[in-house]
């Protein structure tokens, strides 16, 4: 048998998630008499040993429904509503006919960075593989963007980003003619994006306009991250512009919803009010 984890001398609830029956024993009950719902109540008592040690607790099995349904008294749909605020929360992670489970701390990237510099500051490993790279006509949405003619062919470019040796995203990129011509494989192999365009420019991008959205998995998408099609991913769609305004690259990234969340710090600009002159 394993020794049990260091995390576990943190306290009792902490510790009987190795035993996932346990930990209900060291849970308060709930109150029927709160204005608070039931599977709110649930949500919280189940979340409050997993806060603080999640990453040491990634993959630990939680109670089954009905150890819950019997500990507490509520219904099964109460359970399962509790659970998905915990999965929604990014807490725990259900796998179908396997269980519940602590899910792996969600990776938060702050986007006025570059991902790859913030992971690499933390020392975590970052790695690219190509996926595709050709000569297409760009797309509707890239031709807007990058400011190009109907029919203009531009290079595509997919890759996939690796995170301490595990796949956490996807990326799709259309490179301005003036751009691509100086793109090498070996950039594309090595390089972050914003350290790829320095390099092929001779000064890095000045200016990105970024638009974050959540998107089910297609099938071979989801077959490239690893994820079931469907499963949502957030997405990141954007363009990256030269000190002088020119476009010098479109395209999205895509990462699993429930394993990342992303931050913006901004000034806000106020209006002035309607009435005032």
């Given at each position: 048998?394993?020794?049990?984890?260091?995390?576990?001398?943190?306290?009792?609830?902490?510790a009987?998630?190795?035993?996932?029956?346990?930990?209900?024993?060291?849970?308060?009950?709930?109150?029927?008499?709160?204005?608070?719902?039931?599977?709110?109540?649930?949500?919280?008592?189940?979340?409050?040993?997993i806060?603080?040690?999640?990453a040491?607790l990634?993959?630990?099995?939680?109670?089954?429904?009905?150890?819950?349904?019997?500990?507490?008294?509520?219904?099964?749909?109460?359970v399962?509503?509790?659970?998905?605020?915990?999965?929604a929360?990014?807490?725990?992670t259900?796998?179908?006919?396997?269980?519940?489970?602590?899910?792996?701390?969600?990776?938060n990237?702050?986007?006025?960075?570059?991902?790859?510099?913030?992971m690499?500051?933390?020392?975590?490993?970052?790695?690219?593989?190509?996926?595709?790279?050709?000569?297409?006509?760009?797309?509707?949405?890239?031709?807007?963007?990058?400011?190009?003619?109907?029919?203009?062919?531009?290079?595509?470019?997919?890759?996939?980003?690796?995170?301490?040796?595990?796949?956490?995203?996807?990326?799709?990129r259309?490179?301005?003619p003036?751009?691509?011509?100086?793109?090498?494989?070996?950039?594309?192999?090595?390089?972050?994006?914003?350290?790829?365009?320095?390099?092929?420019?001779?000064?890095?991008?000045?200016?990105?306009?970024n638009?974050?959205?959540?998107?089910?998995?297609?099938?071979?998408?989801?077959?490239?991250?690893?994820?079931?099609?469907?499963t949502?991913?957030?997405?990141?769609?954007?363009t990256?512009?030269?000190?002088?305004?020119?476009?010098?690259?479109?395209?999205?990234?895509?990462?699993?919803?429930?394993?990342?969340?992303?931050?913006?710090?901004?000034?806000?600009?106020h209006?002035p009010?309607?009435?005032?002159a």
């Amino acid at each position: 048998m394993m020794p049990p984890r260091e995390v576990m001398r943190e306290g009792p609830a902490v510790a009987s998630l190795a035993q996932p029956a346990l930990i209900l024993r060291h849970l308060p009950p709930l109150d029927p008499g709160s204005s608070v719902p039931l599977h709110l109540q649930l949500a919280e008592r189940l979340a409050a040993p997993i806060r603080g040690a999640q990453a040491t607790l990634a993959g630990c099995a939680m109670p089954t429904e009905a150890q819950c349904m019997a500990y507490f008294g509520v219904s099964r749909p109460t359970v399962r509503q509790a659970m998905g605020h915990l999965v929604a929360a990014g807490l725990v992670t259900r796998g179908r006919g396997k269980g519940t489970f602590v899910a792996p701390e969600r990776l938060n990237h702050d986007v006025s960075m570059a991902f790859e510099d913030e992971m690499r500051a933390a020392r975590r490993s970052i790695r690219f593989k190509v996926v595709l790279r050709r000569q297409e006509p760009a797309p509707e949405r890239a031709r807007e963007r990058l400011h190009l003619p109907a029919g203009q062919v531009v290079e595509y470019v997919e890759r996939l980003r690796f995170l301490d040796g595990e796949v956490f995203a996807f990326e799709q990129r259309w490179f301005a003619p003036g751009v691509s011509r100086h793109v090498t494989q070996a950039m594309l192999e090595e390089m972050a994006i914003i350290s790829l365009l320095g390099a092929a420019m001779g000064e890095p991008p000045a200016r990105i306009v970024n638009t974050v959205r959540c998107l089910p998995a297609d099938a071979r998408i989801g077959k490239l991250l690893g994820v079931p099609r469907r499963t949502a991913l957030l997405e990141t769609e954007h363009t990256y512009y030269a000190m002088a305004g020119t476009p010098l690259l479109h395209g999205s990234v895509r990462f699993h919803g429930e394993r990342f969340e992303f931050t913006l710090d901004s000034r806000l600009r106020h209006m002035p009010d309607s009435d005032s002159a």
